[in-house]
């Protein structure tokens, strides 16, 4: 989350009674994350004290948005614990605030766990596993945004700030996903609907339970393999290194896998999509290091710590 537009509280107001949320009490912008413009809004209605996000959308488009709003409605509707968007007298649910498309959804109980153990790993994995499965019958269609045709386009944008070394490992890596892509074995892998940004602050815990999940504004459709990766990526590595937990790597599939088993092929291609995952974000971390959108709130990551944990996923794979 970041602060790019700048909201007044009168027109966080006006926006809150159109839909019917109570009186505006508080707004505090966020600060952290990179893609949107986020508020934390609090309403009194009826004496009760309500808590919702505000989110304007800086790069995805009107057009564009239906797909992730309605993915959270269709999720919740099957009793995924993800944010419901808020809708206005006429239904619906995607509106504008200072000329941006924006939406209202309910701020989610819990807080998120940085440093996971084997048990919030499991609860996760058989979460994953729940969406993936929840997300079948979803009937609208939007590929990856930032999938294997978006790294061919950033990674020439990216490659003149990086080192000789490190120029010569992403195109290395490229080329070597472009041709994964081409087999048929990828081709053969289950996919719809994906979060595809999983990691340990989108998601929620309560009282040791998993509460939430958030931030589907990333989402698309993909091979869950690929969701199921990125998600691995990050909930159950060492952060200083990259280098993969066993214990957790083991809760995380084995509960995924207790609610979808993962097919043959899968199983095959996981390593390679393990090193996909972290590909992905490191193309986008460079990307808005070195070619960052100025912001009122803003936090790059540091690209570095995706390069570590592609080099660990290759290591691993004998690259």
């Not at 602050?201 to 939430?212: C, I």
Request: proline share 6%; charged share 20%.
């Amino acid at each position: 989350m970041a602060v790019f537009t700048e909201v007044s509280r009168e027109e966080a107001a006006t926006l809150m009674q159109q839909l019917g949320l109570g009186r505006l009490t508080d707004m505090v912008g966020c600060a952290g994350g990179i893609e949107n413009t986020n508020y934390f809004v609090s309403t009194e209605r009826d004496g009760q004290r309500l808590e919702w996000v505000l989110t304007l959308f800086e790069r995805l488009t009107h057009a564009q948005l239906p797909f992730y709003l309605h993915l959270m409605k269709h999720l919740a509707g099957k009793g995924i614990p993800v944010p419901d968007p808020q809708a206005d007298a006429s239904g619906q649910i995607l509106h504008t605030v200072r000329g941006k498309p924006a939406a209202v959804v309910n701020r989610l109980r819990g807080a998120s766990v940085l440093d996971p153990g084997p048990a919030h790993c499991a609860q996760v994995g058989a979460m994953l596993a729940r969406m993936h499965l929840a997300a079948q019958d979803y009937p609208r269609q939007q590929p990856n945004l930032r999938g294997l045709a978006w790294w061919n386009e950033t990674v020439p944008v990216v490659l003149p700030h990086l080192q000789p070394q490190q120029a010569a490992l992403l195109q290395d890596e490229l080329a070597y996903q472009n041709a994964v892509a081409a087999s048929d074995a990828y081709r053969r892998l289950p996919r719809g609907p994906v979060h595809a940004d999983l990691f340990r602050d989108n998601v929620m815990f309560d009282d040791g339970r998993l509460s939430g999940v958030f931030d589907f504004y990333f989402a698309g459709c993909d091979t869950w393999l690929f969701d199921l990766s990125v998600t691995l990526n990050d909930w159950c590595i060492d952060l200083a290194s990259g280098a993969a937990d066993a214990a957790r790597t083991q809760a995380l599939l084995q509960a995924y896998e207790a609610v979808r088993p993962l097919t043959a092929e899968e199983r095959a291609l996981l390593p390679a999509l393990r090193r996909a995952g972290a590909l992905r974000f490191w193309i986008s971390r460079l990307w808005d290091w070195y070619l960052p959108r100025p912001a009122s709130v803003l936090k790059p990551h540091d690209p570095t710590h995706f390069e570590r944990v592609l080099r660990a996923r290759r290591a691993e794979a004998g690259a």
